[in-house]
């Protein structure tokens, strides 16, 4: 029971305008009396133990709608001051900095007497307006992966792949970058930019130069242990280790990574700005075109790059490790620049894991590459590689962009009072539901079939590989393709919640591993298709070479 002086009738009818009253009861404090117009009153407190002090566990919110008198003689109990309830949502706690950030701008730009923040409306998507925006980047993701794979097929005769063979188990782990840090970059900006922390130019420049700067950091670290790793797959099978040749492989490996993620990076700021201008969905854009250029420019650095400190081995032997010492040498600048951004200093702290795990599982489908290409009989795997696995990381960074958004966007709270539960989610669920995300999912589950079948046309018209196209071939390559894209889909979906779940930002955390997953399950379904085409007889229409 609320009990006021008479004191306070007065002011109760100033109060009784746009005003709730809430009485909050906890454990070991004695009730609280919130004004969502940001009043503050004396209350009287009753003097009996036993109705001031709730019992253990006692959680309630009533009403407070009348306010009896008090006697005078009761005008020198004690009082306590309490505040506005909405102070309660700048204490509340957000695990993302973008959030965060969204969060405390939006409370302090809110002058209306609701209790709490309003979050952001959630885009309304139709099938056919996701279809729309996604396909053509997803066919122009397409054609670069087409490119890249054209360019693995000239390239691996070239004398530094038959030479070093190691360099075909970088290939994967670098092309993996696209996944690890642009694609991560733009799921970043692109939620950055759904929730409004890019609509100023000064936070919009904080947001480039501390994301640029970040990616510069993972970049050299990324491309350092990827020649280690690459070093350490060689050498297992083989029993050598060259010195010259781990050298070759480290400076190849970090210039490429350095150079190629500046360059993807500032493709990816000017598309997010571009397409917040147009009034397009970043997310649906942004992940596509950084795959679409990624894989090529990955790619024909790295053959260049290693080509020309392949020759600088005979004549110049300390040129690689000078390329080396000089990219470590620029990291300490960049990490200096990510430490003044509050979003990327949480990414610099915490972001490690899944970057180095997506490398370590890229790096195995290298060495699965590497011991599929180098045999003859399947020489033309290799224009394929690229293609299959750049699709299926296009697609699935997509969604798993998109319902990180969503989330984010809606607001859904970490962790409730009182958490109704919720069971792991289950390929119906994730593609037959009834929710926007199972509708994005069905529509990029879709656009696989037909979108494969155009790559193979373009590839076969320029002539490109070793294999010929016939129908079993098609049948087998686009099995393996659905079945990776409706793994990684569902994995997706799991994973993007399982992550926010537990507090972890899924835009830095969840599309490293999906598409490090990707490119193993990838690489993996294709050399197995490969081989079962050649044991049942495919050999004469040129499986191989």
């Known amino acids: 029971m609320v009990l006021w002086s008479k004191e306070q009738d007065k002011l109760s009818t100033d109060m009784s305008t746009g005003t709730e009253r809430i009485e909050m009861k906890k454990e070991g404090a004695p009730p609280a009396y919130h004004h969502s117009n940001g009043s503050v009153h004396p209350v009287i407190l ?52 973008l959030l965060e950030n969204a969060s405390q701008s939006n409370e302090s730009d809110d002058t209306s007497t609701d209790q709490s923040p309003v979050p952001p409306v959630p885009l309304k998507e139709t099938s056919f307006s996701i279809g729309l925006q996604v396909v053509f980047p997803f066919l122009l993701a397409g054609f670069g992966t087409v490119a890249a794979g054209m360019v693995l097929d000239i390239v691996q005769h070239w004398k530094v792949f038959s030479e070093v063979n190691e360099v075909f188990i970088l290939v994967p782990a670098l092309l993996g970058l696209k996944g690890n840090l642009e694609m991560t970059l733009a799921s970043r900006l692109s939620t950055a930019a759904n929730i409004g922390q890019m609509d100023t130019a000064k936070e919009m420049w904080k947001m480039i130069m501390g994301n640029l700067a970040l990616i510069q950091v993972q970049a050299t670290v990324v491309g350092f242990l990827a020649s280690i790793a690459a070093v350490i797959f060689g050498w297992i099978p083989e029993g050598q280790f060259k010195m010259g040749h781990a050298v070759l492989l480290c400076a190849s490996s970090v210039a490429t990574a350095f150079i190629a993620s500046l360059l993807l990076g500032l493709i990816m700021i000017g598309v997010i700005v571009a397409s917040r201008k147009v009034g397009i969905n970043p997310d649906n854009v942004a992940t596509p075109i950084a795959a679409s250029l990624g894989d090529l420019i990955t790619l024909a650095l790295l ?8 020759q600088e081995l005979d004549y110049h032997d300390y040129v690689n490790p000078l390329v080396c010492v000089f990219f470590i040498a620029l990291t300490p600048v960049w990490i200096l620049i990510a430490r003044r951004i509050p979003s990327t200093r949480e990414v610099l702290y915490s972001g490690w894991e899944p970057v180095i795990i997506a490398m370590a599982i890229s790096s195995v489908g290298g060495l699965i590459l590497d011991k599929t290409v180098t045999n003859p009989n399947f020489a033309g795997m290799a224009v394929f590689t690229p293609v299959i696995n750049g699709v299926a990381g296009n697609l699935v960074a997509v969604q798993a962009s998109r319902i990180s958004t969503y989330l984010h966007m809606n607001g859904l709270p970490i962790t409730e009072p009182n958490p ?65 894209v409706m793994i990684l889909l569902y994995l997706a979906d799991w994973m993007v919640q399982w992550m926010w779940k537990r507090g972890m930002d899924p835009d830095n955390f969840s599309i490293p591993y999906l598409t490090a997953l990707g490119d193993l399950l990838g690489t993996g379904f294709l050399a197995l298709s490969f081989h079962i085409l050649w044991l049942i007889g495919d050999r004469d229409t040129d499986v191989g070479d």
């Open 46 to 97: 009753p003097s009996d133990p036993e109705e001031r002090q709730p019992s253990a566990g006692e959680y309630e919110l009533t009403e407070v709608t009348s306010f009896p008198d008090r006697p005078e003689q009761e005008s020198d109990r004690s009082e306590m001051v309490v505040i506005d309830c909405r102070a309660n949502a700048k204490g509340q706690r957000e695990e993302d900095a």
């Open 303 to 310: 053959a260049g790059i290693s080509t020309g400190l392949y």
């Open 420 to 484: 109704s539960p919720q069971k792991c989610p289950t390929p119906c669920s994730t593609f037959f539901g009834s929710g926007v995300n199972s509708r994005s999912a069905r529509v990029l589950f879709l656009l696989v079939a037909p979108g494969h079948l155009v790559f193979l046309y373009t590839i076969n018209s320029m002539r490109g590989g070793h294999t010929t196209l016939t129908y079993i071939f098609i049948a087998f390559y686009l099995a393996a393709a659905l079945l990776q």
